[in-house]
């Protein structure tokens, strides 16, 4: 996310809240609401817990709708949704999950206007997988592992054919998923690749303007 100027990070947990599920299902309550893994001592969250977690996604979000508000009125914009996916999940010892599933980056654009944004989505497919910026070439396809969730959504929904939300899951090999050591390398090298395709954002954003 460092190579944008202007952003936000959460540090909260998604087993606190998740952000970018919608309100009614951000917190999980049991485990069936979080892939069946057992998170609390009780049975279910406690009533009190659950509505403080409701209530720091309100915050979230309202924080969030003037500060868009405000770049909106300026013309057309593009959000950058930076997540991570696991590869690994077989455990600590197996194997990476095969490649045809897993792309380096995944651009979720499920809820993008195509009509409206299409070149740019392309544009920015096209120069993330780019072997002559950033990096190197990168695996980049959309909406392989995801298509993007409650952030695109809400964008989508409140600035129609203004607001443009590629939801980008990086492949965790920047970092050991189970022990969670860092490659600063590969980190700074992703920071890079995603720097890189700021100038075509800026260009198709300008046609679109």
């Known amino acids: 996310a460092g190579a944008v100027e202007s952003r936000m990070l959460t540090h909260r947990s998604r087993f606190e809240v998740d952000l970018n599920r919608p309100r009614r299902e951000a917190v999980y309550r049991t485990p069936a609401d979080a892939w069946d893994l ?85 544009r920015f497919v096209r120069d993330m997988a780019s072997a002559d910026l950033g990096c190197g070439p990168v695996d980049t396809r959309e909406n392989v592992k995801f298509e993007g969730r409650q952030l695109a959504w809400w964008v989508h929904d409140r600035y129609p054919r203004v607001g443009c939300v590629l939801a980008l899951e990086f492949k965790k090999t920047f970092m050991d998923e189970w022990t969670g050591v860092p490659d600063d390398a590969a980190i700074a090298c992703a920071r890079t690749n995603l720097a890189a395709t700021l100038p075509g954002l800026t260009e198709e954003l300008g046609r679109l303007r």
């Open 38 to 122: 057992d998170l609390w001592r009780d049975e279910a969250l406690p009533d009190e817990a659950w509505r403080g977690s409701l209530a720091v996604w309100d915050e979230v979000y309202a924080a969030l709708a003037p500060r868009l508000d405000e770049v909106a009125d300026r013309g057309p914009f593009v959000l950058l949704d930076v997540h991570s996916y696991n590869h690994r999940r077989g455990g600590p010892t197996a194997g990476p999950e095969p490649l045809a599933d897993n792309p380096d980056v995944n651009v979720g654009t499920g809820s993008v206007d195509r009509s409206r944004f299409g070149r740019l989505v392309e």
